[in-house]
């Protein structure tokens, strides 16, 4: 039996530091913005102003990096906290999405830590970033995304929610309020914005994001030495419904091998659409342009 093919869009996405970079991104055709902040630390949190200047600059879409530190991917319940908080105010800022990724000590994609940002971003679309790249299989990693997305197992949407009421009973509990009481106190937690876990437990599932597609360059150092692992989770995320989007060490004149070899035509370049290959410099339109005119080609001889 034939498996049936998701033909996408060729996608391309621009890193952008500030909104001169958003600015050149679009005139040059991108389809797509990742605002960052920090590009020597690999990409962090920008600030709030930054978010909200370049929203108001450009017309296409921007997904704003939530990254609250550089030291590693496993995160902790404070760093929760505050992704959650970020996570919000990129919502009411007006951003089109947000770019997210947590591990677990072992390198397994950290589910109930991923669906508490999934549910605080209610309706925003949502890349998993090169997190999975330093996870303990890039494929199990895909597989297990999809499944919170309520993909093949269908287990892990509601992990975070069950944590959340188990900590809300044993409260109650030792309280001994009455059933109205934990009522009322119920919908106060979930009104109030001091707590970020306690407002993402009680989004309506109808709010909930879902991961759109997973930026790698498949577990390797760059996309073009992953060109097999690419293909393999291209092929894998075809049956998730999930995009994979190649990043990492990607030049226009590389664009053309990647998409033949891997059937990817969602291409993410920051360093590759500035003069000398270089975060010292601005995105250049003229190179956006020539990347973007590649990846249609190569996608058109697919």
Not at 288 to 296: E, M, R
Request: one cysteine or more; proline letters at 2%.
């Amino acid at each position: 039996m034939n498996r049936q093919v998701i033909k996408r869009q060729p996608t391309l996405e621009v890193i952008a530091v500030d909104a001169a970079d958003a600015q050149a991104a679009e005139q040059g055709g991108a389809d797509r913005i990742e605002l960052v902040s920090a590009m020597s630390e690999g990409g962090l949190t920008p600030s709030y102003g930054l978010i909200e200047q370049v929203v108001s600059r450009v017309s296409i879409p921007v997904y704003v990096m939530i990254r609250p530190h550089s030291r590693s991917f496993c995160y902790s319940a404070d760093d929760l906290q505050v992704m959650i908080q970020d996570i919000r105010m990129a919502r009411e800022l007006g951003a089109a999405g947000i770019v997210i990724g947590a591990l677990t000590h072992e390198g397994e994609v950290h589910r109930s830590f991923l669906q508490a940002c999934l549910l605080s971003a209610q309706g925003l679309g949502v890349t998993f970033h090169r997190a999975i790249d330093s996870s303990a299989h890039v494929v199990r990693s895909l597989e297990s995304i999809g499944s919170i997305n309520g993909g093949s197992e269908g287990k892990g949407r509601f992990e975070y929610e069950r944590e959340m009421k188990s900590k809300s009973k044993s409260d109650s509990e030792s309280k001994d309020r009455s059933s109205s009481e934990n009522n009322s106190k119920d919908k106060s937690a979930c009104e109030s914005n001091s707590k970020g876990e306690s407002k993402s437990a009680c989004v309506s599932k109808s709010e909930e994001s879902v991961v759109e597609r997973v930026l790698t360059s498949g577990g390797k150092p760059t996309a073009p030495e992953g060109l097999l692992e690419l293909q393999q989770l291209q092929e894998m995320g075809q049956t998730l419904n999930i995009s994979v989007m190649a990043g990492s060490g990607v030049t226009i004149e590389g664009i053309s091998t990647i998409v033949s070899r891997t059937g990817i035509t969602e291409i993410h370049m920051g360093s590759g659409v500035r003069r000398g290959g270089s975060f010292d410099h601005p995105v250049d339109a003229q190179l956006v342009a020539q990347a973007k005119a590649a990846l249609i080609r190569a996608a058109q001889e697919l």
